[in-house]
T-cell receptor, first 116, second 115 residues
Framework: NAGVMQNPRHLVRRRGQEARLRCSPM?????VYWYRQLPEEGLKFMVY????????ESGMPKERFSAEFPKEGPSILRIQQVVRGDSAAYFC??????????????FGDGTRLSIL | AQKITQTQPGMFVQEKEAVTLDCTYD???????LFWYKQPSSGEMIFLIY??????QNATEGRYSLNFQKARKSANLVISASQLGDSAMYFC????????????FGAGTRLTVKP
């Protein structure tokens, strides 16, 4: 991939627990996007963040999900009180500037979240 | 409304032959970008090729080319000389100027290359 680092690669949680997914963008990139991929489906946009700002969270579920991108450190996607339906692959992408139509997003390898 | 449509859930191709993966899109934005990604069984998303709405020529990247028909709103991916390693899911995606915070993805096509 193009250098976006996501961890963990696999995460198993029991119902009701919290899941924290981390994403470090490519060097020099200050824009981060989170997507969710359900089995046999394409990626669905969740949230777009810049450092210390949430720019667009129109794809985030209203409850239990939150995201942050602090001044220092990785971006975090947090899912509280996980349910079975949260089982999915979560991808992070980054880009160096504001979103422009001619720039591909470079994705991390994703975190596979499994809820028992 | 569905922005990106990939009508082929699965495709088979013989090794060394060419294959076309279909993608149609829906937008009223005159400025947009179209992208293809490959997702092998290992799960990562690999960027393959990009086509801008104002580009006069079809994009090419090695064995990948994009058959862009703007009036039909189609952006089909052509893979020439298929290799076994091309077996994967392929996703078409679009980015629009007026809503460019995210990429809209199709449901994907699973390509299987037969030896």
């Amino acid at each position: 991939n193009a250098g976006v680092m996501q961890n963990p690669r696999h995460l198993v949680r029991r119902r009701g627990q919290e899941a924290r997914l981390r994403c470090s963008p490519m060097k020099g990139h200050s824009h981060v996007y989170w997507y969710r991929q359900l089995p046999e489906e394409g990626l669905k946009f969740m949230v777009y963040l810049q450092k210390e700002n949430i720019i667009d969270e129109s794809g985030m579920p209203k409850e239990r999900f939150s995201a942050e991108f602090p001044k220092e450190g990785p971006s975090i996607l947090r899912i509280q009180q996980v349910v079975r339906g949260d089982s999915a692959a979560y991808f992070c992408a980054s880009s160096p500037q504001g979103a422009t139509v001619n720039q591909p997003q470079h994705f991390g390898d994703g975190t596979r979240l499994s809820i028992l | 409304a569905q922005k990106i449509t990939q009508t082929q859930p699965g495709m088979f191709v013989q090794e060394k032959e060419a294959v076309t993966l279909d993608c149609t899109y829906d937008t009223s934005d005159p400025s947009y970008g179209l992208f293809w990604y490959k997702q092998p069984s290992s799960g990562e998303m690999i960027f393959l090729i990009y086509q801008g709405s104002y580009d006069q020529q079809n994009a090419t990247e090695g064995r990948y080319s994009l058959n862009f028909q703007k009036a039909r709103k189609s952006a089909n991916l052509v893979i020439s000389a298929s290799q076994l390693g091309d077996s994967a899911m392929y996703f078409c995606a679009m980015r629009e100027t007026f809503n460019n915070n995210d990429m809209r993805f199709g449901a994907g096509t699973r390509l299987t290359v037969k030896p």
